[in-house]
């Protein structure tokens, strides 16, 4: 059963610390997004990856954010300096570009900032 | 700016009945709409995908229309069970497959 999985799950760290979630997309699937996801703004699109080269990151802060595909089994977010605005639920998904962009979902991670 | 618009008020049906959520969207011209489960803790799940040029679509109790001259798209749960207590997120796609953009979802509950 393919899934895209994510580390850690959770991760509570102070104000000012580096932050870095892993993905790990369905193998052979070619896109990978991240997300962000909060009650008051919901699933907002941070980047978007296709064959690994970085197509739109027009919604992620450049100034403390950075994602990255090392290689095609691992994608990589990383916030720098972490801020308590930045307290949310991070998911991966990845897909396949046959047509349409179905996005199968990892299961997030839950980041809490203090 | 491009807009998705769904009930912020969760819908409350007793089993058994029909389930219909709404999605509106504006200054958008997508060439495929989607619906996604979301249950509280875990990723949003994929359901059912509709392009601009179908009119409705089915699998198994569920049914999506999309009216792109009403820029609407409506999701049907038929039978609804409690088990299909959850979120539900529309999400647009514009041809090429960028930026999809999803609605913040319509938290269903359905009553035994």
């Known amino acids: 059963d393919a899934r895209v999985t994510q580390t850690p799950r959770h991760k509570v760290t102070e104000m000012g610390q580096e932050v870095t979630m892993r993905c790990q997309p369905i193998?052979?699937?070619?896109?990978v997004f991240w997300y962000r996801q909060t009650m008051m703004q919901g699933l907002e699109l941070l980047a978007y990856?296709?064959?690994?080269?970085?197509?739109?990151d027009s919604g992620m802060p450049k100034d403390r954010f950075s994602a990255e595909m090392p290689d095609a089994t691992l994608a990589t977010l990383k916030i720098q300096p972490s801020e308590p605005r930045d307290s949310a639920v991070y998911f991966c998904?990845?897909?396949?570009?046959?047509?349409?962009?179905?996005?199968?979902f990892g299961p997030g991670t839950r980041l809490l900032v203090l | 700016s491009q807009k998705i618009e769904q009930n912020s008020e969760a819908l409350n049906i007793q089993e058994g009945k029909t389930a219909t959520l709404t999605c509106n969207y504006t200054n958008y011209s997508p060439a495929y709409l989607q619906w996604y489960r979301q249950d509280p803790g875990r990723g949003p799940v994929f359901l059912l995908l509709i392009r601009e040029n179908e009119k409705e679509k089915r699998k198994e109790r569920l049914k999506v229309t999309f009216d792109t001259t009403l820029k609407q798209s409506l999701f049907h749960i038929t039978a609804s069970q409690p088990a299909d207590s959850a979120t539900y997120l529309c999400?647009?796609?514009?041809?090429?497959?960028?930026?999809?953009?999803f609605g913040a979802g319509t938290r269903l509950f359905v009553k035994a």
């Open positions: 999400a647009l796609e514009g041809t090429g497959g960028f930026k999809t953009i």
């Open positions: 998904a990845s897909g396949l570009t046959s047509g349409s962009e179905t996005q199968y």
């Open positions: 193998l052979g699937h070619n896109t």
């Open positions: 990856f296709r064959n690994r080269a970085p197509l739109d």
